[in-house]
């Protein structure tokens, strides 16, 4: 019988009620990851593009390195413990980043302080943190979906992944307009992009507390077969050493980190770089579709995500009988074409805009089904965290990459952020028609 025609109301009922608050505190973590973005922005002079670059690139290799912890951890201890741990820690250090912002904006020169290297420091903090969050929220719902409604769960994920982005930049944004028109005169009401974050995440992580369950049986209900890798195989947790040498020889997921590599790429190097771009033609007086792209970033980047989440979830689960990297594969397909068709259109606010919402449409429909449905698939329910924490440690470290490189291209020539990004888009696309019929495959049904 179809597992998921099997479900009973009861049982979705209380599944809603797991992967729903679960789902907003992974979109508060965006909020109190990408406010950095923000900050930039506001911060200007303070935080020249080069800073940024070296603060985000910092704070995204400390991400990609942490799950070589985090990710065999949270497969121990539970996806519940490790998204109480993350957001716990990430909101304690954006409350001290805001704090550290304030101390510097109250000083006679804020151009003195070591601003760089303390936010480096607090930055990579967070981060380490906030890498328990994917690991945390894939566990968690490795148990509560079946394999084949996963391309349905990827839709989910993409959902919260677009909700967070418009968390991150459109409301943080607004945060740091009421601040100013609370009395707060400029770049000083900065100091509430990391407050406003702190303290949503405080509240959601007692909520999750309360609420959230790893498995069903713990909600009173019954666990079921998910079909996935680790089907057929008792309850009992390996060790830590077994999961990881199973997860690092799959020759699937190792071939889906590499792409999720060049995601890394093309997604932060899309999000962040475009509204500081449009940042800088605002500044030089030019209104072509840079005002409402820069004012309606995040919405922007919500309702791409949803759309290639829902999209790309749906599609790999009817036309493609749950394998991933077809699906995967035609949107990387759009993002070759559309990073080579920036080149040309770099300086027109409306049809670059137009091309980088297919791009974050691609990109986070990519992301969410590799990284938040084959894992699942491919890592099984009992190590599911570590293939997650593999497969997204190497998004950050391409995000990585693109921080320093854009931070430092940019600031010599705009018209490299194309030219660096189209490569990846090929790589990407070639290495998923590698995998292009893999499926996971249990040891019973």
């Given at each position: 019988m179809d597992e998921l025609l099997s479900?009973?109301?009861?049982?979705?009922?209380?599944?809603?009620?797991?992967?729903?608050?679960?789902?907003?505190?992974?979109?508060?973590?965006?909020?109190?990851?990408?406010?950095?973005?923000?900050?930039?922005?506001?911060l200007g002079s303070l935080m020249p593009k080069s800073d940024f670059g070296t603060i985000f690139g910092v704070g995204a290799w400390v991400y990609a390195l942490a799950f070589l912890i985090n990710g065999p951890l949270t497969d121990k201890i539970g996806g519940k413990r490790g998204m109480l741990i993350g957001a716990s820690g990430a909101a304690v250090a954006?409350?001290?980043?805001?704090?550290?912002?304030?101390?510097?904006?109250?000083?006679p020169d804020p151009a003195s302080a070591p601003l760089k290297t303390v936010f480096m420091l607090l930055y990579g903090l967070n981060m380490y943190f906030q890498s328990y969050g994917a690991v945390a929220i894939v566990k968690v719902?490795?148990?509560?979906?079946?394999?084949?409604?996963?391309?349905?769960?990827?839709?989910?994920?993409?959902?919260?992944?677009?909700?967070?982005?418009?968390?991150?930049f459109d409301v943080n944004e607004r945060i740091l307009h009421w601040a100013q028109a609370h009395g707060l005169p400029g770049v000083q009401?900065?100091?509430?992009?990391?407050?406003?974050?702190?303290?949503?995440?405080?509240?959601?992580?007692?909520?999750?507390?309360?609420?959230?369950?790893d498995r069903p049986s713990q909600a009173g209900l019954a666990d079921f077969d998910t079909g996935d890798a680790s089907s057929g195989e008792d309850d009992v947790q390996p060790p830590v050493?077994?999961?990881?040498?199973?997860?690092?020889?799959?020759?699937?997921?190792?071939?889906?980190?590499?792409?999720?590599?060049?995601?890394?790429?093309?997604?932060?190097?899309?999000?962040?770089?475009?509204?500081?771009?449009?940042?800088?033609?605002?500044?030089?007086g030019l209104t072509d579709g840079w005002q409402y792209m820069n004012d309606n970033w995040g919405l922007i980047l919500m309702v791409a995500g949803i759309?290639?989440?829902?999209?790309?979830?749906?599609?790999?689960?009817?036309?493609?009988?749950?394998?991933?990297?077809?699906?995967?594969?035609?949107?990387?397909?759009a993002c070759l074409a559309s990073t080579l068709l920036m080149i040309p259109f770099l300086e027109n606010g409306w049809v670059l805009g137009a091309l980088v919402f297919v791009l974050s449409i691609c990109v986070i429909g990519t992301h969410g089904l590799l990284s938040g449905t084959a894992t699942m698939d491919f890592g099984g329910r009992k190590g599911a965290a570590t293939a997650v924490g593999v497969i997204d440690g190497f998004v950050y470290l391409g995000t990585?990459?693109?921080?320093?490189?854009?931070?430092?291209?940019?600031?010599?020539?705009?018209?490299?952020?194309?030219?660096?990004?189209?490569?990846?888009?090929?790589i990407g696309l070639l290495l998923l028609t590698r995998i292009w019929h893999a499926k996971p495959q249990p040891k019973s049904v």
């Open positions: 479900h009973s109301a009861e049982f979705r009922t209380r599944r809603f009620f797991n992967w729903f608050p679960l789902g907003l505190t992974y979109a508060l973590l965006y909020m109190g990851r990408y406010n950095l973005t923000v900050s930039q922005t506001a954006n409350l001290l980043m805001g704090l550290y912002l304030q101390h510097v904006l109250s000083l719902n490795a148990h509560w979906f079946h394999v084949r409604e996963r391309g349905t769960f990827s839709g989910i994920f993409g959902i919260m992944i677009s909700t967070g982005l418009f968390l991150a009401a900065t100091q509430w992009v990391f407050f406003g974050p702190a303290l949503l995440l405080a509240g959601f992580c007692l909520l999750e507390s309360l609420l959230l369950k050493a077994q999961v990881l040498r199973k997860i690092l020889s799959h020759p699937v997921i190792l071939t889906l980190a590499f792409v999720e590599f060049c995601t890394g790429v093309l997604r932060n190097g899309v999000m962040h770089w475009f509204k500081i771009f449009a940042k800088e033609h605002l500044k030089a759309t290639g989440g829902m999209a790309a979830g749906y599609v790999s689960d009817k036309l493609f009988q749950s394998r991933r990297a077809p699906a995967a594969g035609f949107l990387y397909g990585g990459l693109q921080s320093l490189a854009l931070g430092y291209l940019t600031s010599k020539d705009w018209r490299f952020w194309p030219l660096f990004l189209s490569p990846f888009a090929l």
